[in-house]
């Protein structure tokens, strides 16, 4: 059973003394010597509220879920610098320290995979694990159009010529509530199906969204930051999950198929029936997936 209510958030000191929330999901059929999963949600600059607990994975696994700086309960940043992903990467490190893990397993969730591999370049002795959920691939420095062809195929579906238009319309749109408007009628390209789970989920958005997180999440990372994390992944030894959905008009599956070639020991496990948010369109699809992965050797 999923949990109710979501649990108060607690507090950790981040690298710079700010006091950061997350929030804990204890496992409901506990293992003794289990790690916890650190669960970074995406957006970028949304609430990590929209994870839920990822389709039951507390069910073995306790999962810890931070809100990045500006969005939840967390405090927003003194200097936008400290949105971009490098500088979230370090507020992971922080929480680890806090919680006194020597390894754990990192799952990340769209643009959050590259706050996990910016995590992975600068700190790989610390991952057990890592799992990228429909990541992008801006990071490796392509935008494959597989996304836009994978939104053309449903155009026989209900929803899709508004979803279209608004789509269209968004890199045009400088006024943030114009943004959340146009987000809100093209929500049901980045799911499998549109029923009621799909419609609830993509309803709390509007709430979850914050303007200056999402705009400097990637502030100051140009090409040659950018290339040395792509060259420290290299060294990156403990396996790597990387889940794509076929249904996935968002990020689309060739963007996964590139960062899994970014690591050495990286499996790409595409999802049939599944779009952006694999938890929400088929969770007993997804949760053994990330199980079995999971529960496998470590390096």
């Known amino acids: 059973m999923p949990h109710n209510a979501p649990p108060a958030p607690l507090r ?5 003394g700010a006091e950061l929330a997350y ?8 293992d003794v010597g289990r790690p916890p999963v650190i669960c970074l949600a995406g957006g970028p600059g949304r609430d990590a509220a929209y994870l839920g607990d990822l389709g039951g994975l507390d069910a073995r696994h306790t999962l810890v879920v931070p809100d990045s700086r500006g969005t939840g309960a967390s405090p927003p940043a003194p200097d936008p610098s400290g949105y971009a992903f490098p ?9 680890r320290a806090h919680l006194g893990l020597d390894r754990f397993a990192l799952l990340a969730h769209d643009a959050a995979c590259a706050t996990a591999q910016a995590y992975a370049a600068l700190y790989p002795h610390r991952l057990a694990h890592l799992v990228l ?6 990071l490796q420095g392509e935008l494959p159009g597989d996304a836009e062809e994978i939104f053309e195929s449903r155009a026989d579906e209900e929803w899709w010529v508004d979803a279209y238009v608004a789509a269209h319309s968004l890199p045009d749109t400088r006024d943030f509530a114009e943004a959340r408007a146009l987000l809100r009628r093209a929500a049901p390209l980045a799911y499998a199906r549109w029923d009621a789970p799909q419609q609830a989920h993509a309803a709390a958005q509007d709430h ?3 303007p200056v997180p999402r705009i400097a999440f990637w502030q100051g990372v140009d090409d040659a930051a950018r290339t040395a ?5 290299r060294a990156v030894t403990c396996p790597v999950l990387v889940v794509t959905g076929d249904r996935d008009a968002v990020t689309g599956m060739r963007a996964g198929e590139l960062v899994a070639a970014s690591f050495p020991r990286a499996a790409l496990r595409p999802l049939y029936g599944v779009g952006h948010y694999p938890w929400v369109d088929e969770p007993e699809m997804f949760r053994p997936v990330v199980e079995e992965f999971l529960a496998s050797r470590s390096s």
């Open 12 to 16: 950790y000191p981040s690298y710079d």
């Open 23 to 30: 929030r804990v999901l204890e496992a409901r059929e506990p």
């Open 87 to 95: 500088a979230l990467a370090e507020d992971v490190e922080s929480l």
């Open 133 to 138: 959920v429909t990541p992008g691939s801006r």
């Open 208 to 210: 979850q969204l914050h």
């Open 229 to 233: 994390v792509l060259d420290r992944l």
